[in-house]
């Protein structure tokens, strides 16, 4: 199983950047999909969940209103689309696949892991 995200980058605060994941070698539809982001000193911390068919999502609190996660099983990828980016928005960008197909917050109970997307948001 392998996860390429992609779509990082620098913006300005107030700006968006839509973050792509592609999952090969398996059937993606099996799979629960999140989003978490790590930054300098600090912990990877959950960002969004969705489930197999999208039907359910989850947010942490500091990005509610903000992003969206969203999935095409046709196109095995999942996005996240972040809107009125903030400064405390920079991080390296990870999806995560659990193939208990879990929404889960918790990085423990994701089993693949994609390299990482740099977003870097300007003040």
């Known amino acids: 199983v392998q996860l390429q995200a992609s779509g990082g980058g620098l913006v300005q605060t107030g700006g968006s950047l839509t973050l792509s994941c592609v999952v090969s070698?398996?059937?993606?539809?099996?799979?629960?999909m999140a989003w978490f982001r790590q930054s300098p000193g600090k912990e990877r911390e959950f960002v969004a969940v969705?489930?197999?068919?999208?039907?359910?999502?989850n947010y942490a609190e500091a990005v509610k209103g903000r992003f969206t996660i969203s999935r095409d099983n046709t196109k095995n990828t999942v996005f996240l689309q972040m809107n009125n980016l903030k400064p405390e928005d920079t991080a390296v960008y990870y999806c995560?696949?659990?193939?208990?197909?879990?929404?889960?917050?918790?990085?423990?109970?994701?089993?693949?892991w994609g390299q990482g997307t740099q977003v870097t948001v300007s003040s």
């Open positions: 969705i489930s197999r068919r999208g039907s359910a999502t």
């Open positions: 070698g398996t059937t993606f539809s099996d799979y629960g």
């Open positions: 995560a696949a659990d193939p208990r197909g879990s929404v889960l917050p918790r990085p423990s109970v994701y089993e693949y």
